[in-house]
């Protein structure tokens, strides 16, 4: 478990250095939010597991399909174009408490 806690944190972090480089390329993989929104949902069976709001009030989502397991992380600007950052296979929701032992919040 705490392997797969260290490699979700990795990746939350690459996601964080990649916001900037996803919206400065604009190619193909951005698109008009709603756009994206319906093709992960048509395409995909993907819906919205998450939100967080990320560096220079971008959008960070999780969109993920609890049936077959696939999973994409979306970044949208405040202008509302919306970049596939990341993607993935083996989904599923946690709801064990993740603090670490010994942290006081």
């Given at each position: 478990?705490?392997?797969?806690f260290?490699a ?9 250095l ?5 919206f ?10 709603d756009?994206?929104?319906e093709?992960?949902?048509s395409?995909?069976g993907e819906?919205r ?10 959008v ?5 399909s ?5 999973w994409?992380?979306?970044v949208?600007s405040?202008?509302?174009?919306t970049?596939?950052v ?7 929701t946690?709801?064990?408490?993740l603090?670490?032992?010994g942290?006081?919040?």
């Amino acid at each position: 478990m705490k392997q797969r806690f260290l490699a979700l944190s990795l990746g939350v972090g690459a996601m964080i250095l990649a916001t900037g480089h996803a919206f400065a390329q604009q190619n193909r993989n951005c698109a008009d939010r709603d756009r994206v929104v319906e093709r992960l949902a048509s395409g995909f069976g993907e819906t919205r597991q998450s939100i967080g709001l990320g560096a220079n009030n971008a959008v960070i989502e999780v969109f993920a399909s609890l049936e077959t397991g696939t999973w994409t992380i979306t970044v949208t600007s405040p202008a509302g174009l919306t970049c596939l950052v990341a993607s993935g296979q083996a989904f599923e929701t946690v709801t064990e408490d993740l603090t670490p032992t010994g942290l006081q919040l």
